[in-house]
């Protein structure tokens, strides 16, 4: 039988899909944990880079901070960490929020680090506080960066979230190191293409709701060299002399 052959006829066994190592009880553990992690990190995060890119301050710390969480391998943190605490639920969920932060924190610094000085000016000029335009001006003018990083957090999330497995836990990732330990590869191959499967859903739920939140105008506002560029150029047209 080919391998899609097996995969098939894998989704097709009624037993793969009821009690407690069923399909639709994997998925739900692995939401689980995917969710949580990503709640910690985004709690973390978020408002950690909206102070600093509000304030302009620390982008050294914040990048140097992202790319060495980045360097860190997941399976070797996890391990460590399994080491230092033991068996439970805490390892894969430190791994996950470690694996989550940077790219939510980086995008919620670096879009209200560079939203248009205009904006800030003018609502400054009108007697915001700056808090009000933290949250009022800065923060709707950079969501769909916002919204961005924890999109890309979110699909390295549920990638991931296999891992859980590897510590005894539930989760997709149970197909695959089950059906490794006992060589059933059309288990593994199962596991893996929820796991895909998943991930690809959550990429497209996550891209629904940011077009849905975020305001028409902002998401097609013009960069501010494009405004400044398309009127200096309507400025020095020639214009026609009339007699």
Known sequence: MSILGSILAW??????????????????????????AMLIAAAIAVPLGLVLGHLHRGEVVVLSLANAIRALPTLGLLTLVV??????????LIA???MAVPPMLVNSFESVRNVDPLLVDGARGMGLTSRQ???????PASLPLILLGVRLAAIQVVSAATIAAYVGLGGLGRYIFDGLSLRQYDTVAGGAV???????????????????VVSPGVARRPRPFQALGNRARRTTEPREVRR
């Open 11 to 36: 989704f097709g066994d009624a037993s793969n899909w009821s009690g407690p190592n069923g399909i639709p009880t994997r998925i739900a553990e692995h939401v689980g944990y995917s969710a949580l």
């Open 83 to 92: 080491i230092l605490s033991g068996i439970g639920l805490l390892p894969p």
């Open 96 to 98: 996950l929020v470690v």
């Open 133 to 139: 335009v933290l949250w009022r001006v800065e923060v």
């Open 194 to 212: 929820l796991a895909a499967l998943l991930a690809i859903f959550t990429e497209a739920l996550l891209l629904g709701i940011s077009s849905s």
